[in-house]
Structure formats: C-alpha cells, structure tokens
C-alpha cells in the first residue's frame, strides 16, 4: 500500500484534508449518490483523511444493487426461454433474484454472455439472425441514452432479433422520495459526476430550494471528493445550500441535450420499482409505441410472481442510508464477496463490497 501512503502524502491531498479539518468545526453528514464515489472513498481511504465531525454514508446510486428482485427474476425468466441469448454487463450474472441467479441459470445450460456495452450486443443479434438476443437494460441516465442509440441503430441496420430488457431507473425523483421519508438526517449531497454529465446540475436544485440541503456535482479522483466535501463544509458553514459543480471538466448547468433528446425519443417515464424504496411513479423507463417491437417483455411475454427477500439481507435499508453494511447482521458472516447473498455485497458499485473493501 506504499502508493496509497504516498499519495496521502501529496500536497493537494494533504492542503485539502487540513483545510476541511479546520472548517468543519461541527457535525455533518454527507451522502454520496454514486456507487463509483461509493469505491473511491473506499479505495484511498478518504473516510481516514477525514475529522471525526465528518460522516459519509452512501445512497441509492447503485444501479445494480437497486434492481429490485421481481426485475431480476424476469432477467432470469428470459434467461430460461429456448433458443436466446442474454447479454448483460458481468454485474448482473451474480445478483441473486428470488430463487436464483444468471450464474446458475447458464451453469444449467442458459446462453447468458457478458458484454461492455449494449452495441456488442447488437453485434451479436446481427451475428446470429435467427436467434433472439435480449440485452438486460440496468443503469441510470448514464447508460440510457447509449442503449437508446444501439436501438436507433439496430433498426437502420433492420436488426430484428435485437431485444432490451429495460429496467432503466432515473435519479432525481428518487432522490425527492429519499428526503421526504426523512429517515436519516443529512446536511449535503455528494452527487453523481456520470449521471450529471447527461442530466446537468439543474435538476438537483429542488434540493436547496425546498430541503435547505447542499449539492456538489463531484468528479471522481480523490482530489475531486475531497474537493467537493470541502464545497459542501463550506456551504454549511455559511447557511447558504446551493447546487456548486466541481466536475467542471465533464458537467455543466445543462448537461448533454443531445444525449437526453435520444433517450427521450426511444422511452418514456413510468413507474420502477427500487429495492428500498418502493414503486414511484415516473423514476423508470419504459419503450415509446414506435419501439415497442424492440421490448422485451412484450415480445416474449415475460411475467413473474413478486419477488421474494434473501432473510435477513438489509440491502433496502443501507441503499437508503438508514443502515451502515458492518450493521448488516450478514455482513462478512454468510454474507461476503465470494458468497454474496444481496446486491449490495456483488455489484462493483456497491456500498456492502466497499466496505468490505474497507475494513481490509
């Protein structure tokens, strides 16, 4: 770990860590909304560099560990039809549904590959004419508008056999429910650099106006988290919440219409169903009637029973913030990397594996 401890060492680390310990003279908590900031904190141990006045706690910005089970077992259900490939990002092959995995579903003969992006998907459907390829559709407003564009692009190449499966979710109203069950005292939100690239930074301005809390759009190096902690101790200091972008190289007030206007054409905003929040309304993303022929569930008239909770595994209540992971009476018992029982312990984004990371 000698790199780490040098890195500790550098001067912009070290000026930033100083100056966030002379500032934040009173208690605060911080919630990342980003499963990458999540790891990051993780990885370089930021949460050390950090006074005790300060507490960072994750929320619901894994897009995996927010899938909800009845949604993985209709991944599983099309995992399970003749004659069709699956094709996911390697996340999704371990998360356990209700009563299995993609993992085992292909040990048992399913054709389930794992892809880099929805376009080596398309590829496989055009490689295979004749058979179905299903590519399972999970992420927030970053990977939307990329599956989107492989949809505009299986129809001008006339791909037929290209299906998605979308479990897409959008942040913003989430994070409106998030504040309104009032479950956990927050003072600022680190928000998602990836997710604001697309969304831009105004979305996020409900949050000063009407809950009186900070926002920081931060990018993702260490720098760029203690930057942006710094940002929010500030805000706080001074009573002056408001929505600051730190990840300037990559985010702006308006974000990328073009990326928005492509997912706006291909879906449309329904009900999604998110592990520990419930159904809201307008937080998913469903295919528009003139794509429909590229719908998975439709084509294949994918239905499953409601989805059954592993006993005991608390994924909801730390996706919420209401719950540390060592809190989690599995966590590191029966509950570990190599035998995950939920998503938050699989997916790379989650807040279980960080701090399993953590702790060692």
Known sequence: MKHLDEYRAGPRVKALAEEIH???????????????????????????????????????????CVTANTDLDLAIAAARLPEVTIATFGDMVRVPGSHSTLA???????????????????????????????????????????????????????????????????????????????????????????????????????IPARYGLGCVVAGFEPVDILQSTLMLVRQAREKKPQVEIQYRRGVTKAGNEAARRIMAEVFAPAEADWRGLGRLPGTGLVFRTDWKCFDAVSAFNLTVPPGREAPGCRC?????????????????????????????????????AAAWREAR
Not at 43 to 62: D, F, M, V
Not at 143 to 149: D, G, R, S
Not at 318 to 340: D, I, N, Q, T, Y
């Open 22 to 64: 002379r500032q934040a003279t009173f208690p605060l908590r911080f919630m990342e909304v980003c499963g990458t900031h999540t790891h990051a904190i993780a990885k370089w141990g930021l949460r050390q560099l950090l006074p005790e006045t300060i507490e960072l706690i994750s929320g619901p910005g894994c897009p995996v």
């Open 104 to 206: 085992q579903e292909r040990a048992r003969g399913s054709d389930v590959r794992v892809v880099y992006s929805p376009l080596d998907a398309l590829d496989l459907a055009g490689s295979a004419p004749r058979r179905p390829v299903i590519f399972l559709g999970v992420g927030f407003e970053t990977t939307a508008p990329t599956v989107a564009a492989t949809v505009l692009e299986a129809r001008k190449r006339g791909i037929d056999n290209f299906f998605v499966l979308s479990l897409h979710k959008t942040v913003p109203l989430a994070l409106e429910v998030l504040l309104e069950l009032g479950e956990v005292r927050l003072d600022g939100f680190l928000m998602p650099g990836h997710v604001s690239v697309v969304l831009g930074s105004a979305p996020y301005e409900f």
């Open 316 to 352: 909801g209540e730390v996706l919420r913030g209401v719950l540390r992971p060592p809190a989690c009476p599995l966590f590191g018992s029966v509950c570990h990397p190599e035998a995950p029982v939920g998503p938050c312990m699989v997916s790379s984004e989650g807040s279980c």
